[in-house]
């Protein structure tokens, strides 16, 4: 799994970040961004609930080989 | 062929396909009479508004989280077909100016809440807990002081001073003008009646002017605050005039004070009519944020969420014309049973985190860290420092706030 955020449409709302903090984090701006090397999930369970929760759907998860 | 707003309806059973609506509340937290049936016509149904207006109104949370960032649907309420719930927010529409944030559309929005979106973070609402533990405390010392068996206003004692402290700190507004907002912000978004419509205007443009006056005194003698920084990052390099920052304040100084109060007041009372939920928040405090989710899925104090079509949409079988207008029920779509088991019931247990209760899409709620923040600290608080905590009147004759405002009671009278 690759996990991406559209950074312009990101409202900063921090449901992600709220839900999954071990993968993702707000930044100065209060964006939100995926922490650098747990772009693969790091085995979190909650990273679909979060992409779900996002409010204007500015998470994507791809599949790769490996999840 | 798709199912519109005009089309002719006729219904087997005869009742009216477009009910009246809103709906005023029997009990500040439970659903109103009326909302069972447009319950059952999920995910979309019609009513029918003050002025006669039929406008399409989504039930179903699925289809609402489909439709909230849609962005053929907008929240321009200068548009002369936005849907209104009363007459006074008619009359509120006379001053010309959208509303910063919630009444305006990307581009606009987008600028408007990046400017303000760094104070609103986790980490900054983090920083502020101890000091919104502290507003909680000097507040209930004074309350406990009394007597036990006075009765107070636990909404103007408490639910109602502690957000207001804790917006005026983050916005940098100085402590001892705070009461001169309390008032006010009520005018503005809880006041009932026509009559008031000239009231909630005259606050406004009260605490409108009183902002750009704090302002000018900021640009003399900056200090630290969210204001401070607008002033610094944003106004003087032109990237925002001072009438439009004048406006943002004033929305943020009044979505940050009534909203949490009322959710407030209303968890309290939901709590004290489920005492073994209120039991076991007290034996543990670790369960408060899941609960303060619940409760915000349970009363829905923000219920209608207005919209106007800008273009034509296709959905679940319906023809959502441009112009037409759609208000979203956050609370039929936080108790809609496909995904909510037993919706009617309060479970402080269960995991709410799909309610709408701050909203969806790009106007979802910048103060929700906050508001979770302080309904945390205030409800632990409260049930941890008054043990004996129960009202002083029987809950039915507690007043309801009328329906086309934010949802609340009209005074909450406690005794311990
Ligand atoms: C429990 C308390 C609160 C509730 C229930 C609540 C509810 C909501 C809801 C439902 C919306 C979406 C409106 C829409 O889509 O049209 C919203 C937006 C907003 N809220 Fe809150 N809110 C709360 C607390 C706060 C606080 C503490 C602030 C502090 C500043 C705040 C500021 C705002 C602002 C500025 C918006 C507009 C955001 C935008 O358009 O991007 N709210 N709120
Ligand atoms: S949930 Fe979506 S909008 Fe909210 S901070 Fe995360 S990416 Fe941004």
Known sequence: MHISIDSNRCIGSAQCAVTVPAVFEQDEDGLSTVIAGREDGAGQPLVREAARACPVQAITLTETDRT | ????????????????????????????????????????????????????????????????RRLFPDQRLSSDVLDPRFPLLAPRIEAQRQQAAAPPLVGVDD??????????????????????????????????????????????????????????????????????????????????????????????????????????????????????????????????????????????????????????????ALSTMALLAHPEQLQALRADESLMPRAVDELMRYASIGDMLMRVAKEDIEIEGHLIKAGDGVILSTMLMNRDPESFERPDELDIHRQAGRHVGFGYGIHQCIGQNLARAEMEIALATLLRRVPTLRLAVPADQIGVNAPFVLQGVTELPVTW
């Open chain 2, 107 to 264: 581009p606009v929005h987008a600028r408007q809440r990046r400017m303000v979106l760094p104070s609103f973070g986790i980490r900054q609402v983090n920083a502020l807990r101890p000091v919104i533990q502290r507003y909680a405390d000097e507040l209930l010392d004074k309350m406990l002081a009394k007597d036990p068996g006075t009765t107070v206003d636990l909404l103007t004692e408490y639910a109602l001073p502690m957000p207001s402290a804790v917006i005026c700190t983050l916005l940098g507004v100085p402590y001892e003008d705070h009461h001169y907002f309390d008032e006010r912000s009520r005018h503005v978004l809880s006041s009932s009646g026509p009559e008031q419509a000239a009231q909630a205007q005259q606050a406004f443009t009260e605490i409108l002017t009183y902002l750009d006056n704090l302002i000018s005194r900021k640009q003399d003698e900056p200090g630290d605050t969210l204001l401070d920084e607008l002033i610094s990052r944003q106004l003087e390099e032109g990237k925002v005039d001072r009438h439009e920052l004048a406006m943002l304040a004033t929305v943020l100084l009044v979505s940050g004070h009534e909203t949490t109060s009322n959710m407030i």
């Open chain 2, 1 to 64: 062929m798709p199912d519109t707003l005009d089309a002719p309806i006729t219904l087997a059973d005869g009742t009216d396909d477009a009910p009246a609506y809103p709906i005023k509340r029997r009990c500040p937290y439970h659903m109103p009479p009326g909302y069972e049936e447009l319950r059952d016509k999920s995910p979309i149904s019609r009513v029918t508004l003050w002025n006669g207006r039929v406008a399409w109104l989504v039930t179903g949370n699925e289809v609402g």
